[in-house]
């Protein structure tokens, strides 16, 4: 079992910036796949962003340059800056968590947190 809590979420202008965290808490946070996603209503959640075991990441065309993805295996915690915040970036936040197996291969239950809401409007 994964547990996963997300924070930081909240309303920004739009250019502006936000850091959201996912902290993980139950199984070997260095292990897991983490992902962030993002849902509006009426459609499916989207990937964000994912960091695999090994660091390495990949982004969806639309915030490539402008979102990071990182982890803090000491801490059990992942993040996600977000920089150069557009109206369409509004949407509730997921983090997902799975076991890894390598080259952004993951197997076993999916977990997700219970999302945070970003709001970028003037």
């Known amino acids: 079992q994964v547990q996963l809590v997300e924070s930081g979420g909240g309303l920004v202008q739009p250019g502006g910036s936000l850091r959201l965290s996912c902290a993980a808490s139950?199984?070997?946070?260095?292990?897991?796949?983490m992902g962030w996603y993002r849902q509006t209503p009426g459609k499916q959640r989207d990937l964000v962003a994912v960091?695999?075991?090994?660091?390495?990441?990949h982004y969806a065309d639309s915030v490539l340059g402008r979102f990071t993805i990182s982890r803090d295996n000491a801490k059990n915690t992942m993040y996600l800056q977000l920089n150069s915040l557009k109206p369409e970036d509004t949407a509730v936040y997921y983090c997902?968590?799975?076991?890894?197996?390598?080259?952004?291969?993951?197997?076993?239950?999916?977990?997700w947190g219970q999302g945070t809401q970003v709001t970028v409007s003037s």
């Open positions: 139950g199984s070997i946070f260095s292990r897991l796949s």
């Open positions: 997902k968590a799975r076991r890894s197996v390598g080259g952004f291969v993951t197997t076993g239950p999916e977990y």
């Open positions: 960091i695999d075991s090994d660091d390495s990441t």
